[in-house]
T-cell receptor
Framework: GAVVSQHPSRVICKSGTSVKIECRSL??????MFWYRQFPKQSLMLMAT?????????EQGVEKDKFLINHASLTLSTLTVTSAHPEDSSFYIC??????????????FGPGTRLTVT | AQRVTQPEKLLSVFKGAPVELKCNYS??????LFWYVQYSRQRLQLLLR??SRESIKGFTADLNKGETSFHLKKPFAQEEDSAMYYC????????????FGTGTRLQVFP
């Protein structure tokens, strides 16, 4: 089946620094990847849609200059949290949508990255 | 605005009891609806989608457009069904961005 990985699984950074999170589709190509944020005991909130080779589409209220998304290849999207602050501490989850064939158009989710900003 | 509502945060049942996890949506067009499940310490995974009209792990869900509902049902709950369940709405046929409900935690006691 289609597998999506995220790296790192956990990261602790100091306030004011930037941190990059990678999302990879391991055995299929994904023209579209999605980035979600999940607060404790809450649902997933879509942050942005990442399309390979083009600019990401951000949801209302999400600062594009703070959450930089790059989708340079069909198997990799990165989310960079710039100038992180404690309120950015959260669980970040990516998903990748297959293009067709065996992976279809279903979204496959990564295991998530726990970001803690101190 | 599009919205997915799951009114129950927690649903506790005993093994063998019927289960119904409620989901209501708000969307003026023709939606595509999903149920996702997240077992303890595992990633989110698709349980079923309404267009497939299939039963997965004994779970079924019927789209009721009149009531704008997509409730998840299982006649006899098992302990291994204990998990977090999310109802999700996609606005296009080809699984474009998903709008998630707040989730319902199902606890099945022995």
């Amino acid at each position: 089946g289609a597998v999506v990985s995220q790296h790192p699984s956990r990261v602790i950074c100091k306030s004011g620094t930037s941190v990059k999170i990678e999302c990879r589709s391991l055995d299929f190509q994904a023209t579209t990847m999605f980035w979600y944020r999940q607060f404790p005991k809450q649902s997933l909130m879509l942050m942005a849609t990442s399309n390979e080779g083009s600019k990401a589409t951000y949801e209302q209220g999400v600062e594009k200059d703070k959450f930089l998304i790059n989708h340079a290849s069909l198997t990799l999207s990165t989310l960079t949290v710039t100038s992180a602050h404690p309120e950015d501490s959260s669980f970040y989850i990516c998903s990748a949508r297959g293009t067709s064939g065996s992976s279809g158009y279903e979204q496959y989710f990564g295991p998530g990255t726990r970001l803690t900003v101190t | 605005a599009q919205r997915v509502t799951q009114p129950e945060k927690l649903l506790s049942v005993f093994k063998g009891a019927p289960v119904e996890l409620k989901c209501n949506y708000s969307y003026s067009g023709s939606p595509e609806l999903f149920w996702y499940v997240q077992y303890s310490r595992q990633r989110l995974q698709l349980l079923l989608r309404h267009i497939s009209r299939e039963s997965i792990k004994g779970f079924t869900a019927d789209l009721n457009k009149g009531e704008t509902s997509f409730h998840l049902k299982k006649p006899f709950a098992q302990e291994e069904d204990s998990a977090m369940y999310y109802c999700a709405l996609s606005l296009t046929y080809n699984t474009d961005k998903l709008i998630f409900g707040t989730g319902t935690r199902l606890q099945v006691f022995p």
